[in-house]
Each structure stands twice: as C-alpha cells, then as structure tokens.
C-alpha cells in the first residue's frame, strides 16, 4: 500500500498557516481541528515548514509564555521530514519512527499534496488487518 491510498480516504486538505501567524493562533486553529501540525507555507503549495505540538512544547520550555507571541518562522521545522505520494506505508512508517515523527508532510514536484499523521497510518494499518481478517474468516467458514 502507498500513501496515495491514505490520501485517497482522508483528502488533500491541509491546514496551512503563513510564517506570520502567531503561535497563539496556531495553538487555536490546532484546538479547534484536533489536529497535531500545521505546514508553514505563503501560497498553500509551497512547503516552508511545519509547526507541530511537540514544536509549541520545546518553545514553552525555552520562551515560556512569550512563546504565544511569537510566529511560526520563529519555532517551525525549517526541514521536515516530508515523504511522496507513491512511498509505501511501510517505508512512511520506518521514516517517521527513525526521525522521531508524527506527521509527514505528503510533496512531490516540490508541491504539497496532503499530510499523513500517525493517527491515518495506524488506522490505515488497522483496515488492512481487519480486511485480511474477514478474507480468511470467510474463507476458512466456506471450507467448513
């Protein structure tokens, strides 16, 4: 299976935020979606960065409460990790467990086509292993 699968059930949708935005803001927009990143970008194709959770995180323990202030070109991923429509769900996987991830930003041609978390590969994961289930249930009740 390849990401495009993923994208295929969840959509392209991204929530973009510019380098402006404030965290505070970010902190709002990541509430009221209940996702856990946003990609940093000026025209919503272009990746520039990624501001996640954990990125808010690490700036309350260095900035405190200023952090809120401050934008998202302050504390952004300027390179994350990202990965390509056609990559498996195995390579994806391996990647985001290597560098300590959670969400991937999906950019191919240097153009963002979608994000996948965690969140969508363990649920993808979950579908295929309930599939697979079902075929051998199915299979195993017509031989008997």
Excluded: W
Excluded at 58 to 81: C, F, N
Aim: with cysteine; glycine share 6%; aromatic share 2%.
């Amino acid at each position: 299976m390849k990401v495009t699968s993923i994208l295929k059930t969840k959509g392209s949708q991204v929530a973009t935020v510019t380098p402006e935005a404030r965290i505070a803001t970010i902190v709002d927009e990541l509430t009221a979606k209940s996702i856990g990143a946003v990609v940093v970008s000026e025209d919503g194709v272009t990746l520039l960065g990624l501001v996640s959770e954990r990125d808010i995180v690490k700036s309350l323990g260095i900035y405190g409460a200023r952090t809120l202030e401050l934008r998202a070109s302050d504390i952004m991923e300027r390179r994350p990790v990202t990965c390509q429509p056609d990559d498996t769900i195995t390579r994806v996987m391996a990647e985001m467990t290597r560098q300590r991830v959670r969400h991937l930003p999906v950019v191919e041609s240097g153009r963002l086509h979608g994000i996948v978390s965690i969140g969508d590969i363990v649920k993808h994961r979950l579908d295929e292993l309930e599939t697979e289930a079902n075929i051998l249930r199915e299979g195993f009740l017509a031989r008997h």
